[in-house]
Structure formats: structure tokens, C-alpha cells
């Protein structure tokens, strides 16, 4: 299972490793670059409210076959696209891309989460891990296709054929069960959003859920924008952009590695406010950085910040069990948003700004979990800080004693009376 979040990282990274090509070959403003990408966002979308019922009915292994396999016509068709300047047909092929992707996505999860209740512990985040690690590795083979001068076409035809191959033989030997669950067999479409109907009345998961849609517009910023900022503001080659997201990925998949460990000793408000203050630090050190040599210090600041912060959203959107799964599609829908939003906001700014400046849209986000980071504690002390929280404690049991102290002052005269 874990080999198939890595296979999923790589082919994404090898999408994203080819951007500055793909918007020279197709002849765009960042803009317009941000208008063809919103058909992705359309994909997942349209994916999202399909893939409840898909799992249900037809099972995650039939899932992870069908999207493998569209997956590969997807981003073959990109390429193509690229290759012949066709607009249209990019906006076809990337919705495919992210259609895929979310299919992948879902059946991948699921069966992770079944994986996590046999051993026993909490081993999600490796699983996760594992993705970032395959985007790491997408992204070096990106860095030789592209210093090598191989055109987007070849390349994602070359990796997406191999990738291919290999998940087909591991999907039958990765997956627990993946038959239909009878269940869920009366699954209706909708996804997230039908099922977290009721959820988006209650105000704290309205603030975790823009927890999550923060978290997710930091790393979607990086990922869409970063390589082509390196190649338009510093004036480096694509080779060189992709190494710079390349210790962006780095940054953020060891970070996560360790992170249980990091919220367990910080907490889940101390970690978020961190992570807040190390994305601000990394992108606004990114905007003004003086040369390329600063960059990939941002890149881990901005990485290492982006780490933990959808992870903390969903991980305290799980805290109630009997109302987890429909606060996780309830806060996963937000991340769906996101991804319909982002990308035209920071290309249309591009217009006005130099994209570096651009990318400081994400103070936004970091300021969103740093203002609203007691949202990931127990509603109770949503808006109290630990400190107040401990002088009430204090105060009840201080009023508490001179009750007693009271009762048995009270009680002493009367013994005496007797």
C-alpha cells in the first residue's frame, strides 16, 4: 500500500516538474495559465461527489485499476496537448489528471485506513509520507528530462507507461479486501458535500474547515506557482526550478514524518501556530530574497510550515467518532474549494505584480490557522487560552475550599451548641 501513495506522488510531481514548459509551449499568461488549471480543480470536484458511491458499489481494487488506467491516457493527453499548443484539449487533459487523482486518492485512503485498523496504531501519516517521497523522486526525474531537453510529451508518456505497469502488478498484492461493501451498498452521489450537510451548521467545524482549506492553499500555492516564480523572477532554468520544489517537498515529507512526535509534545495549537509562523517567515523571505541563493532557504521554511497543517485539521475534525466521517468530508470539501479558488486568485494578481509577490497571498492562509489555531482543540475552549482556562480552574477550586472551609467553620459552633 505504501508503494502506491508513492507511485501516486511521483506521477503528480511529474506533472507539476514540467509547468514552465508546459506554459511556454502553450503560450499563456499566468493568467491564462490559471484559467486552464481551474478545469483540474473542476475534475476533483466532479470526482468527489462520484467516488462515495463508486467505492460502494464497485469496490477500492476495481477504483485503483480503472483510475491507473485513466491516469495514463490523462497525462499522455496533457503532454500531447502541450506538444501541439492546444489549449482546449490541456483544459480536457488535466481535468482527467485530477479526475484520476481523486479516484486514486479515495480508494488509496480507504484502504489505508483498513491497513491502520489491523496493525493496530496510527500509521497514516507514513502512508502520506510515502506520497511526498514519490513527489521528491517525480521531481528529480523531472529535473533530468528537462535538463536532458526532453519535450513534456515523451516525458510523461516514459514515466506514466512505466508507472503504470508497476501499479497493475502491485494493486492486486497492495490491497486488504477491495470487493464492494455491501454496507454501503445504498451509497448515494454527492460525496462530501451530501454527506456533511448537517456539519456546516456547527460553527467549529466551519473554523477547522478553514483550517484545512488554509492548509491546503499553502501547499497548492507551491506546488502550481514556485517552479515557474524560479524560472520568471530569478531567471533560472526549469532544472533549477524544479530542485527548488524539490526541497520544498523535502522540507515538508520530513516534517510529517516526525510529526506525531512534534504534536505530541507541543500540542495541536502551539504545532499550528508554528507552522503558521515558519510559512509566513519562508514566503515572505521568498518574495523579497535578494538572489537564488536565498531561495532554498524559503523553501524550507515554507515546506517545513506547510507540514501539519491539513493534517491537524482533519486529525481534529476525527475527534468525535461518532460524528468523524462526516466532519472529515465536511472539511475535505473546503480543500475541494480551495483548489476551485487558489489558482485563479494568485494568476490574476500575477497580472498586476511579479508572481513573487504574487505567492504572498499565503500570508493569508497563514495567518487564517495562526488566528484560528484553538479551533483544533475541544470546542469547550474554543476562544480561551489555556492560561485563562487554568485561573478558572484555579478560582473553582479555591471557592470550592472556602465552601468547605465554610461548612465545617459553620459546623464546629453547632457541635459546640449541642
Known amino acids: 500500500m505504501l508503494s502506491l501513495f508513492a507511485f501516486l506522488g511521483l506521477l503528480t510531481a511529474t506533472f507539476l516538474s514540467r509547468v514552465p514548459s508546459m506554459r511556454d509551449l502553450l503560450d499563456v499568461s499566468p493568467s491564462g495559465l490559471a484559467m486552464l488549471l481551474i478545469s483540474g480543480a473542476v475534475g476533483a470536484l466532479v470526482a468527489l461527489l462520484l467516488t462515495g458511491w463508486a467505492a460502494a458499489r464497485f469496490g477500492t481494487r476495481a477504483l485503483l485499476w480503472w483510475s491507473n488506467l485513466s491516469y495514463l491516457v490523462a497525462i499522455s493527453v496533457v503532454g500531447l496537448a502541450t506538444e501541439l499548443g492546444a489549449r482546449p484539449l490541456f483544459a480536457l487533459g488535466y481535468f482527467l489528471v485530477s479526475f484520476s487523482f481523486a479516484f486514486t486518492n479515495v480508494a488509496m485512503n480507504t484502504e489505508a485506513a483498513t491497513v491502520e485498523r489491523l496493525v493496530g496504531r496510527a500509521i497514516m501519516p507514513q502512508f502520506h509520507a510515502g506520497f511526498s517521497v514519490g513527489m521528491a523522486v517525480g521531481l528529480g526525474i523531472g529535473v533530468l528530462f528537462s535538463h536532458a531537453g526532453v519535450a513534456p510529451l515523451w516525458h510523461f508518456v516514459a514515466v506514466g507507461s512505466l508507472i503504470t505497469v508497476v501499479k497493475m502488478w502491485a494493486i492486486p498484492r497492495s490491497t486488504v479486501d477491495g470487493r464492494p461493501d455491501p454496507r454501503a451498498a445504498g451509497a448515494s452521489l454527492g460525496g462530501p458535500f451530501a454527506t456533511a450537510k448537517a456539519e456546516y451548521r456547527d460553527p467549529h467545524v466551519v473554523l477547522i474547515g478553514l483550517i484545512v482549506f488554509a492548509g491546503s492553499m499553502t501547499e497548492m500555492i507551491a506546488a502550481q506557482w514556485l517552479p515557474l516564480s524560479v524560472v520568471d523572477d530569478f531567471g533560472q532554468t526549469e532544472a533549477i526550478a524544479d530542485l527548488m520544489y524539490w526541497v520544498f517537498v523535502i522540507s515538508m515529507v520530513t516534517v510529517r514524518w516526525f510529526g506525531s512526535h512534534v504534536i505530541d509534545r507541543l500540542g495541536r495549537v502551539v504545532s499550528l501556530r508554528v507552522s503558521a509562523s515558519l510559512v509566513a517567515s519562508g514566503v515572505v523571505l521568498y518574495a523579497l530574497a535578494p538572489s537564488i ?53 494568485v494568476g490574476h494578481v500575477a497580472e498586476l505584480v511579479d508572481l513573487r509577490y504574487a505567492l504572498l497571498l499565503v500570508l493569508v492562509a497563514a495567518t487564517i490557522n495562526f488566528t484560528l489555531a484553538r479551533a483544533v482543540r475541544a470546542p469547550r475552549g474554543l476562544f480561551r487560552s489555556r492560561r485563562a482556562e487554568e485561573r478558572m480552574v484555579g478560582s473553582a477550586v479555591l471557592a470550592a475550599d472556602e465552601l468547605s472551609s465554610s461548612s465545617g467553620a459553620g459546623a464546629a459552633p453547632a457541635q459546640r451548641r449541642r
Not at 460524528?323 to 479558488?341: E, K, P
Open 293 to 345: 541563493y536565498v531561495v532554498p532557504i524559503a523553501a524550507v521554511l515554507w515546506g517545513m510550515g506547510a507540514a501539519l497543517g491539513a493534517p491537524i485539521g482533519f486529525s481534529a475534525a476525527a475527534d468525535d467518532p461518532k460524528r468523524a466521517a462526516a466532519r472529515m468530508a465536511a472539511v475535505a470539501s473546503f480543500s475541494t474549494v480551495a483548489g476551485l479558488l487558489v489558482p485563479q486568485l
